[in-house]
């Protein structure tokens, strides 16, 4: 019996294919969806009969297990294959383990309850055909290709293998020995060190990044304890797809399967989880020297869609006319014109369970590269700027809907199609859609998704070539990069706006933030919600462009925008690649000048307000926090609630809009933040011309505004019933206003309680850490103009009501009465620091930060002073504080009308009123 494992090299090329053997979403929904009629028998094992074409019955089993099968009397001839969701990104607790593959070489062939590793080899060699197994990202497939009379027996070998294995031990340390040799071998192919190069740069957090075969030294340390562990997660009914193609009849096959599978049970497990890539903005590159290497080898990839995603058949189609054959483009004019390459194509891989990669594949002798990134990029702009003539895409599309019949020709073929189909997408007929989908794709998607797609600057280049290659870089990345904190211009127009520009070339990007005074700060306390309303229409339209003009023209260019209402603040912000900037600034430009707020997304924006507001107590801290700030803020606007109430929200009208919109947008008190690879002196040229005729009010008088840091004078609690099934919280001091010279003192006493912005402190550790009282609890300070508060916030079981609650006051007392241990200290002052310096790492951070500071009066270079004024904080000046601020305390309840627990409510206090 051959025992082959998963063959990269025949993976990769199924991968990588330009049009893949499955490809889009299907349309099977558009035609009638009838099921065929079961015999009583079949029906008492089948859970659900899915749509099935004449020859076709598709079912799912009573345990979970689906059965696609398809008669065809074509030739005598069956496949048989099983699809087990057991891939590489599945493993969990195993990942970069390679159990996946370890199980596909285990179980192959090998021993189970019903026969032994001899007795199934003489079993195959008696079917003759053909047998293989292999191993990708998320599946593994067994597969028995034979003649139609011995269906039975395939089955029966294969759903041994996956259903009652019993993980034979010289089976087991045999195959471990063999999958080394395999990675050894891996390691001396070029193709296969690229795609794992390739693979690591194009996706930074999800688990595809990681090896299907895993870490060799990993790998060498799993038992066969960990392997049984894995077999039972993931080799389980519902996690299998069979599929029968051939000279069968459907209700036979059924009926056998559900006999076979009878004891195959569920059983319960956690579900597969890994975290969504987050989105690309910048190039990534990455180089190897491989000592095997003559030539270098490269692949350049733009993140693309999933297979579910609709711009898959013109990304499909796209990459047949740039780098199909030898008469596209890039071949023609590397291979055939230019002599730089050896050879070039290009592919579009959408796998189901990630955002894919548009790639182009090159090899070229080393002195060319990366040289040839330049033709590339022209003819890739030739897509961007160009319809393609009809001519080409309907060549591209006969050559997609012919490669697409041809993998279906034979039985495993459409075997393969058929479980492939349904992994992917939950259809079988997906491929069958697949051509339809390909003929309609127009001239203008291929332009659309070549403009939106390949964009150079958001590309993946990984490359391996000779030693003696010269050590090469981007073309982007050569140039000098300036210093990570480099110095700020600060400007002012005449109509009062404030700007500041920072070239940082580290990246090739800008972000331009526009921060201005604003948010509950300048509300009234009569009209609840304006300042967030306002600011939600900020994008709905302008006088030169409408909402869908503004959001396609930003998300063309791959860019990022967004507008938002704070406490003290508004916000505009606009991210993008460097080349874009002019139209983002003219953008965001045309946005705070311009806004025209539209009757009817008036209309929308209100229904959906009223839609959050309503769902608003959903949160457990909202709600808390909420009725806290209630019963805090007697005299400001910072009572609001921040979306407003039902009645004010209804009562807004276009004219209350239109008027806060320009008292709170004005340059008189906005500040203008441009950072990123930027010319200073063109920067502010561009932004004189785009924001000098901005006209508005001043700058925000504060002196009618009251002072609300200290409104406690005497203890006070709040309570208030809900249908949650667990109590909250809210435990609230006297505060400090934004400007207060003990802001820096108030930091440090909160990253003593309770860790900054990292869980810690005395809280965490009275409440998690000694005693399991809470799952969550935070501090923090609330700094407003003229307003402030200090909170901590959390939650418990009514029985442990009291007693959190009671550990909390004791906190804040031993505060008042002791001065912090200089150890204790000295730690939440560099816990303070640390967190500071990473709350500054990117470019768009220390834009926000410091347009804000300048906004709020701190100055724009507040954070740069920041380090050396908490470091000046002493035990001192903590108690001092602590003792002016916690002498009393407002603390706001929520109780469970119906608690989980089983206990007596916590009674009444004298001081107890309800809202």
């Not at 309770?754 to 969550?776: I, N, W």
Request: charged residues 25%; glycine residues 6%.
């Amino acid at each position: 019996m051959v025992r082959k494992t998963i063959a990269l090299s025949l993976l990769f090329g199924l991968l990588l294919t330009s049009v893949r053997a499955y490809g889009a979403v299907g349309t099977a929904s558009e035609l009638a969806r009838e099921c065929q009629p079961l015999s009583a028998d079949l029906q008492t094992a089948v859970q659900r009969v899915m749509y099935s074409k004449p020859g076709d019955l598709f079912v799912v089993l009573k345990n979970g297990l689906t059965v696609l099968v398809r008669q065809s009397t074509v030739s005598d001839i069956v496949s048989a294959q099983v699809f087990v969701r057991a891939g590489s990104i599945f493993e969990g607790k195993y990942l970069t383990a390679g159990l996946s593959h370890y199980l596909e070489h285990v179980l192959a062939g090998g021993s189970t309850r019903s026969f032994t590793e001899a007795e199934a080899r003489e079993r195959l060699q008696r079917l003759g055909g053909a047998t293989n197994a292999y191993t990708t990202y998320d599946r593994t497939v067994f597969y028995i290709n034979s003649s139609a009379d011995h269906w039975k027996d395939a089955l029966d070998l294969l759903m041994s293998y996956v259903s009652e294995n019993t993980l034979n031990p010289s089976e087991v340390a045999r195959e471990k020995a063999v999958i080394q040799q395999e990675i050894k071998m891996g390691e001396n192919s070029l193709d296969r060190e690229l795609w794992k190069l390739f693979i690591k740069t194009a996706y930074q957090v999800h688990p595809v990044r990681f090896p299907v075969v895993g870490y060799e030294e990993v790998f060498v340390n799993q038992s066969r304890e960990a392997l049984a562990d894995y077999y039972s997660q993931r080799y389980q009914p519902e996690n299998m797809v069979v599929v029968l193609a051939g000279n069968v009849v459907p209700s036979e096959a059924i009926r056998f399967l559900a006999d076979k599978t009878k004891n195959f049970s569920r059983r319960a497990n956690e579900p597969a989880l890994y975290p969504s890539e987050p989105v690309q903005v910048t190039q990534r590159w990455e180089e190897r020297e491989f000592p095997l290497a003559r030539l270098v080898q490269a692949k350049i990839g733009f993140p693309s869609a999933r297979i579910q995603d609709r711009d898959l058949y013109a990304l499909d189609v796209l990459a047949l006319l740039l780098g199909e054959g030898q008469t596209c483009p890039l071949y023609c004019r590397l291979k055939d014109r230019e002599n730089k390459v050896l050879g070039i194509g290009a592919s579009n891989w959408t796998p189901s369970f990630v955002q894919g990669q548009f790639i182009i594949s090159v090899s070229l002798p080393p002195q060319n590269w990366p040289g040839v990134l330049t033709s590339i990029r022209e003819e890739i702009d030739r897509f961007k700027q160009e319809l393609v003539s009809p001519e080409d895409l309907e060549k591209a599309k006969k050559t997609a809907a012919a490669q697409h019949v041809f993998s279906r020709q034979s039985i495993s073929g459409q075997a393969s199609s058929l479980g492939s189909s349904y992994l992917d997408t939950g259809d079988p007929y997906f491929d069958e859609a697949y051509v339809d989908a390909i003929r309609r794709v127009t001239p203008e998607e291929i332009l659309d998704v070549a403009r939106r797609y390949l964009v150079m600057e958001r590309s993946n280049v990984a490359v391996v070539r000779p030693p003696a290659s010269k050590e090469t870089q981007s073309p982007e990345s050569t140039a000098s990069a300036l210093p990570a904190d480099t110095p700020v211009e600060r400007h002012q127009l005449k109509n009062g706006l404030k700007t500041l520009i920072k070239r940082d070339a580290t990246l090739p990007l800008v972000t331009i933030n526009l921060y201005g005074a604003g948010g509950l700060y300048l509300e009234d306390t009569r009209k609840p919600g304006l300042s967030a309303f306002t600011s939600s229409l900020l994008m709905s339209g302008t006088r030169n462009r409408g909402k869908m003009d503004i959001a396609r023209a930003i998300e063309n260019i791959g860019g990022v925008m967004g507008a938002s209402s704070d406490n003290n603040s508004y916000h505009v912000s606009v991210k993008v690649l460097k080349e874009d900037f002019d139209l983002a600034l003219d953008i965001l430009g045309d946005i705070v000048q311009n806004a025209s707020f539209p009757d009817e997304e008036i209309a929308k924006q209100r229904t959906e307000t009223l839609l959050l507001i309503q769902r608003s107590d959903e949160s457990w801290q909202a709600e808390i926090a909420r009725l806290f700030k209630k019963n805090y803020f007697k005299k400001s606007s910072y009572g609001n609630d921040r979306l407003g109430t039902k009645e004010s929200v209804e009562s807004i009208s276009r004219d209350d809009i239109v008027g806060f919109y320009r008292r709170m947008v004005s340059p008189g008190h906005s500040v203008l933040a441009v950072y990123g690879d930027v010319d200073v002196t063109r920067t502010r040229e561009i932004v004189e011309k785009k924001f000098g005729s901005w006209t508005g009010q001043g700058a925000v008088s504060t002196a009618t505004l009251q002072e609300e840091t200290r409104p406690l004078a005497a203890d006070a609690t709040v309570e208030k019933k809900n249908e949650k099934t667990s109590s909250a919280l809210f435990i609230g001091t006297n505060g400090l206003a934004l400007d207060s010279s003990d802001r820096v003192v108030l930091d440090v006493l909160d990253a003593v309680l309770s860790g900054g912005s990292h869980p810690g402190g005395r809280l965490f550790e009275a409440l998690r850490g000694k005693d399991d009282l809470v799952y969550v609890v935070s501090a923090f300070p609330f700094y407003g103009v003229k307003a402030g508060y200090f909170g901590v916030i959390t939650q418990t079981t009514m029985g442990k009501l009291d007693r959190v609650q009671n550990t909390i006051l004791e906190n804040l007392r031993k505060l008042v009465i002791e001065p912090v241990p200089a150890d204790e200290l000295e730690t939440a002052k560099n816990v303070i620091l640390t967190s500071h310096q990473l709350g500054r790492e990117s470019l768009d951070a220390q834009a926000q930060s410091d347009a804000l500071n300048e906004v709020l009066g701190l100055g724009w270079d507040y954070d740069r002073k920041y380090a050396e004024l908490i470091r000046g904080v002493d035990a001192a000046s903590v108690q001092r504080l602590a003792k002016e601020l916690f002498s009393k305390t407002l603390i706001v309840r929520t109780l469970p009308e119906n608690p989980v627990e089983i206990m007596a409510q916590p009674p009444a206090k004298a001081t107890v009123h309800t809202p």
